[in-house]
């Protein structure tokens, strides 16, 4: 069996509420966020993911899954977040998932303040002021130079195969990729390209990881204009591989371009024409997109 068909295969054990729980850990990684919001002269705690409205129906599609949280826009109309702010649902519902499937991206130095936050927060033997004092010494403390997730710190880039996608599930990287990836299609008048991308400000390593995941040859760049590290692949054989692997696995509107992104690869030397018409509409489908 290749070894990208025992990734596929790793996980079909799991029941759908254990695949969603790492698929959110994946889109947290990727555009989620744990806050201690100071509000007058106390504290709050907020989980929140962010989507612009052309994305909504996923936040609704989270809320539906949790079963808690609200769902809002902005003022603008152009941005829309889920949230949850009530400390019972967050160790009810959120401290279980995030305990059990860690984050990997640097965001696990947030969630562990945040939860830290939260049992400053819930000890009654505490007066209000030592409270404040105390998570104002939290939110004080900057994330470390070079900061590596718990998760992923004790693989490096020999590790075995077997080894990194032990931490790194299929349903994690869908999560990720539902908020991280990019799925390119460009019809040029000479030449059609077809091509995946993953951007991230800070954790190199982790796209360093996610590269020997799915067998992308290419090597992880940073973008000195854009002040991001880049994993990209026009492979075709890789391409192919991402098509069969994350396939009826997506849930907002990247499954929709994931579908279009396969029927493009599927026509682009039989079909001309038909590549044109989707690289079109991907243009007007209004989502965030990466240049290289």
């Keep these: 069996m290749r070894e990208n068909e025992k990734y596929k295969n790793k996980l079909n054990m799991l029941n759908e509420e254990e695949k969603f729980k790492l698929w ?4 947290t990684d990727g555009d989620g966020c744990f806050s201690i919001v100071k509000s007058g002269g106390t504290f709050r705690l907020q989980f929140s993911l962010s989507q612009s409205t052309y994305n909504l129906r996923l936040l609704y599609y989270i809320k539906k899954k949790l079963g808690y949280g609200s769902v809002t826009k902005d003022s603008k109309g152009i941005g829309a977040a889920f ?28 969630y562990e303040r945040f939860k830290k936050a939260y049992l400053i927060l819930e000890n009654a033997q505490l007066t209000t002021e030592i409270k404040n004092k105390m998570i104002e010494e939290l939110r004080s403390k900057e994330l470390p130079v070079n900061y590596v997730s718990p998760a992923i710190s004790h693989l490096n880039k ?24 990019h799925f390119g299609v460009y019809a040029y008048p000479k030449r ?17 990881l996610i590269k020997r995941t799915l067998h992308i040859p290419n090597n ?6 854009r002040n991001i590290y880049v994993l990209y692949t026009n492979n075709s054989r890789v391409i192919e591989d991402l098509i069969d692997t994350f396939r009826g696995k997506l849930h907002g509107m990247k499954s929709l371009e994931f579908k279009l992104w396969s029927v493009a690869n599927y026509y682009k030397k039989t079909n001309v024409k038909k590549v044109h018409q989707i690289s079109n509409i991907f243009s007007k489908l209004g989502r965030r997109n990466y240049k290289k």
């Design 220 to 225: 992880v760049n940073y973008s000195k204009t």
């Design 192 to 208: 059609i390209t077809i091509d995946f991308s993953i951007a991230q400000k800070l954790d190199e390593f982790l796209l360093f």
């Design 158 to 181: 020999e590790s075995k195969y077997e080894d990194i996608v032990n931490v790194i599930s299929v349903y994690w990287l869908v999560g990720f990729i539902e908020a991280e990836g």
């Design 83 to 110: 949230r949850i702010t009530d400390r019972k649902v967050l160790n009810k519902v959120i401290f279980p998932i995030f305990d059990k499937y860690p984050l990997l991206t640097r965001k696990f130095f947030n």
């Design 24 to 27: 959110l850990v994946g889109f």
